[in-house]
């Protein structure tokens, strides 16, 4: 299975971006979907997660400002992402638990001051 990130880009704080991961396969039918981000020197963390019931959870400095969906194929995963601040800059990849994959190169969010 091969997971590609994709919608990374500089937004200025207060800006919007919307993230797509595209897997080869419908992984996401399957598995529990999750978006994670990491930054240099840095653990990777996990930011939001969709049961393949429809159930979503955030960590507690995104809730209310990002948004996890999936497509009705369940091959891409989104991540709308609000109210962007500088904090959130870091490179965000998509994977499914408890079953992992390979990490894709994951796409840059830089958010600037």
């Known amino acids: 299975v091969q997971l590609q990130a994709s919608g990374g880009g500089l937004v200025q704080a207060g800006g919007s971006l919307r993230l797509s991961c595209k897997a080869s396969?419908?992984?996401?039918?399957?598995?529990?979907a999750n978006w994670y981000r990491q930054t240099p020197g840095q653990q990777r963390e996990l930011v939001a997660t969709?049961?393949?019931?429809?159930?979503?959870n955030y960590t507690d400095s995104v809730k209310g400002r990002f948004t996890i969906s999936r497509d009705s194929a369940k091959t891409t995963l989104y991540l709308q992402m609000n109210s962007l601040k500088p904090e959130d800059t870091a490179v965000y990849y998509c994977?499914?638990?408890?079953?992992?994959?390979?990490w894709g190169q994951g796409t840059q969010v830089t958010v600037s001051s």
């Open positions: 994977n499914s638990a408890p079953r992992w994959y390979p």
């Open positions: 969709m049961t393949t019931g429809g159930t979503k």
């Open positions: 396969t419908n992984i996401f039918s399957i598995y529990t």
